[in-house]
């Protein structure tokens, strides 16, 4: 069965200060997908980034980057120079497969990110 | 481009009422999926949908009911609900295989008193 860790529940950072929040994976699958979405404090789910099994490169997107390592099952995420818009819940989310029932997304239970001005 | 919509946005409703919570796509997506989330447990699937007309049984199905007679609409009936099933609700859509992303619509706040 499909798991993911995210063993953080809570940080807080001074604004500019660079937070890395960490995910674990779990699958018995060689083809999966996994995703880091964002809740702010009004409440909706925001997709940011979707990462293939098959391909590790790192991902960098403004103050945003990703690192997914297969021989550790983690895909990471790290803000740099954060800022208070960046407060929020940030979910990893793990994707089996391509059809049927392993089409689900499992989430973490996420992290909630404080930054202070 | 209205994307994904959820109708109430807010709700309160007594012990053992029936209440229903749409959710609209304007995608054509074909899956559709409901979560709830709840302090402690993350978001937890309820129900999901590969196309008009199919539906499975996600991780917390209990005491809910889907129906998807058209792609774009995706309704969610708590039968007779339950204090333990106050929650936000959240539904998604995606354009196909699990290898695309979830969208999601704005939530409903469900309360039953």
């Known amino acids: 069965a499909q798991k993911v860790t995210q063993a953080q529940t809570e940080i807080s950072v001074v604004e500019k200060e660079d937070v890395t929040l960490d995910c674990v994976y779990e699958?018995?699958?060689?083809?999966?997908?996994l995703f880091w979405y964002k809740q702010p404090p009004s409440g909706e789910l925001v997709f940011l980034i979707r990462?293939?099994?098959?391909?590790?490169q790192n991902e960098i997107s403004g103050r945003y980057s990703w690192n997914f390592q297969k021989s550790t099952s983690s895909f990471n995420f790290t803000i740099t120079a954060s800022q208070v818009v960046d407060s929020a819940v940030y979910f990893c989310a793990l994707s089996e497969g391509f059809t049927g029932a392993n089409s689900k997304l499992t989430f973490g239970k996420g992290i909630t990110l404080s930054v202070r001005p | 481009d209205a994307g994904i919509t959820q109708s109430p946005r807010y709700k309160i409703t007594e012990t053992g009422r029936q209440v229903t919570l749409m959710c609209h796509q304007t995608?054509?997506?074909?899956?559709m999926f409901w979560y709830r989330q709840d302090l402690g447990h993350g978001l937890r699937l309820i129900y999901y949908s590969a196309a008009a007309d199919i539906t499975d049984k996600g991780e917390v199905p209990d005491g809910y009911v889907v129906s998807r007679s058209k792609t774009e609409n995706f309704p969610l009936t708590l039968e007779s609900a339950t204090r333990s099933q106050t929650s936000v609700y959240f539904c998604?859509?995606?354009?196909?295989?699990?290898?695309?992303?979830?969208?999601f619509g704005p939530g409903t706040r469900l309360t039953v008193t």
């Open positions: 998604a859509s995606r354009r196909g295989l699990a290898q695309y992303e979830q969208y």
């Open positions: 699958t018995r699958d060689t083809t999966y997908y």
């Open positions: 990462r293939n099994s098959f391909d590790e």
């Open positions: 995608w054509s997506h074909s899956y």
